[in-house]
């Protein structure tokens, strides 16, 4: 069984994680992919660092015999489903998502039973039983894409992010029925704050994840997935930005372009509501624990594993024939 957080010290104390880490990775051919929401120490132990898109493609690739996925549940389960002979492991099985516990499976298929003659595509940011009835998966850094492959006059369902699904409607073009789901965290960055923040530092940039609600999108000079932020930031002149996405991402700007000042959107109130409590579960002592006890483990039962699997690929091949 799993031991609870509070034991985590005793076990631990004492061990350098990061030797350790990397000896336990050397033992057993483990590979750890890490969000880049995740602590920075979990980030600097990682042998990946991505979006959801990169992700995938790393868990769909890995020879590695086990995956340590440092990220949310529904990750981890996306590693299981493209790589069902390996051993998928969680630091914390607590590390959920309020995006994906918005859209229930039961609901959600009696949503699409009301819309027959519509393409599914869900957002990869939803459970495993989600994906099962979903055409195919998207990410927010191929969304629109994705969108864009299919005949002009195909009916489409999008899921479960309706801000993510206002977007990709608005840039290209298509009607959409939405599922109406939405994440935690990007939907309470503050317009006004950040109007406030920009008379501050006029010069700054302001960059935001597609999940943010419309508002906050109209200020954005840049809008894009966590990793086309991070590339926006390092490749463009500018010196300051205001970063519209949970904060863990604000390590890898800073790591890649030092000289530059990078600031956290504010919330509508005065907690760090920008970081996600999910993400955060996890840490460099569990990481260590999970690898060392292999557990907690994650299963996808066949039933479900089989057409989930077949609604990635479908992104997985659509996405390397558009060269993303």
Same mark, same amino acid.
């Given at each position: 069984?799993?031991?609870?957080?509070?034991?985590?010290?005793?076990?631990?104390?004492?061990?350098?994680?990061?030797?350790?880490?990397?000896?336990?990775?050397?033992?057993?051919?483990?590979?750890?992919?890490?969000?880049?929401?995740?602590?920075?120490? %979990?980030?600097? =132990?990682? /042998?990946?660092?991505?979006? !959801?898109?990169?992700?995938? @493609?790393?868990?769909? #690739?890995?020879? +590695? &015999?086990?995956?340590?996925?440092?990220?949310?549940?529904?990750?981890?389960?996306?590693?299981?489903?493209?790589?069902?002979?390996?051993?998928?492991?969680?630091?914390?099985?607590?590390?959920?998502?309020?995006?994906?516990?918005?859209?229930?499976?039961?609901?959600?298929?009696?949503?699409?039973?009301?819309?027959?003659?519509?393409?599914?595509?869900?957002?990869?940011?939803?459970?495993?039983? %989600?994906?099962? =009835?979903? /055409?195919?998966?998207?990410? !927010?850094?191929?969304?629109? @894409?994705?969108?864009? #492959?299919?005949? +002009? &006059?195909?009916?489409?369902?999008?899921?479960?992010?309706?801000?993510?699904?206002?977007?990709?409607?608005?840039?290209?073009?298509?009607?959409?029925?939405?599922?109406?789901?939405?994440?935690?965290?990007?939907?309470?960055?503050?317009?006004?704050?950040?109007?406030?923040?920009?008379?501050?530092?006029?010069?700054?940039?302001?960059?935001?994840?597609?999940?943010?609600?419309?508002?906050?999108?109209?200020?954005?000079?840049?809008?894009?997935?966590?990793?086309?932020?991070?590339?926006?930031?390092?490749?463009?002149?500018?010196?300051?930005?205001?970063?519209?996405?949970?904060?863990?991402?604000?390590?890898?700007?800073?790591?890649?372009?030092?000289?530059?000042?990078?600031?956290?959107?504010?919330?509508?109130?005065?907690?760090?509501?920008?970081?996600?409590?999910?993400?955060?579960?996890?840490?460099?002592?569990?990481?260590?624990?999970?690898?060392?006890?292999?557990?907690?483990?994650?299963?996808?039962?066949?039933?479900?594993?089989?057409?989930?699997?077949?609604?990635?690929?479908?992104?997985?091949?659509?996405?390397?024939?558009?060269?993303?």
């Amino acid at each position: 069984m799993f031991k609870p957080t509070a034991t985590f010290r005793n076990e631990t104390a004492g061990l350098d994680l990061f030797e350790e880490i990397k000896r336990l990775k050397e033992e057993k051919n483990a590979i750890i992919l890490a969000h880049y929401y995740q602590d920075s120490d %979990i980030q600097d =132990i990682a /042998d990946y660092i991505g979006d !959801s898109l990169g992700l995938s @493609q790393q868990a769909a #690739s890995t020879n +590695a &015999d086990m995956i340590v996925f440092a990220g949310v549940h529904f990750m981890a389960e996306t590693a299981k489903i493209l790589s069902p002979s390996k051993k998928v492991v969680i630091p914390d099985l607590r590390a959920g998502c309020s995006l994906a516990d918005s859209c229930p499976p039961d609901q959600f298929k009696a949503f699409c039973d009301q819309h027959p003659d519509h393409t599914v595509i869900s957002y990869i940011n939803c459970t495993a039983a %989600i994906k099962a =009835i979903t /055409d195919i998966v998207c990410t !927010s850094s191929n969304a629109v @894409q994705i969108v864009q #492959s299919l005949p +002009a &006059d195909e009916k489409i369902i999008f899921a479960p992010d309706k801000n993510l699904g206002r977007y990709v409607m608005q840039k290209t073009g298509r009607e959409m029925v939405l599922w109406d789901g939405a994440c935690m965290v990007h939907e309470i960055f503050s317009r006004e704050k950040i109007i406030k923040l920009k008379e501050r530092y006029p010069s700054a940039l302001v960059i935001a994840h597609p999940e943010c609600e419309t508002p906050v999108l109209e200020l954005a000079n840049f809008i894009g997935s966590t990793t086309a932020l991070l590339k926006f930031s390092k490749n463009n002149p500018a010196t300051t930005f205001i970063v519209a996405t949970e904060s863990g991402i604000l390590y890898q700007m800073v790591k890649d372009s030092p000289e530059k000042t990078f600031i956290p959107a504010p919330p509508e109130n005065n907690c760090a509501c920008n970081d996600c409590p999910h993400m955060k579960l996890n840490t460099l002592e569990k990481i260590y624990l999970c690898m060392k006890n292999e557990e907690p483990s994650i299963d996808v039962e066949e039933a479900i594993r089989i057409p989930a699997e077949r609604s990635i690929r479908r992104m997985l091949d659509i996405s390397a024939k558009l060269g993303l």
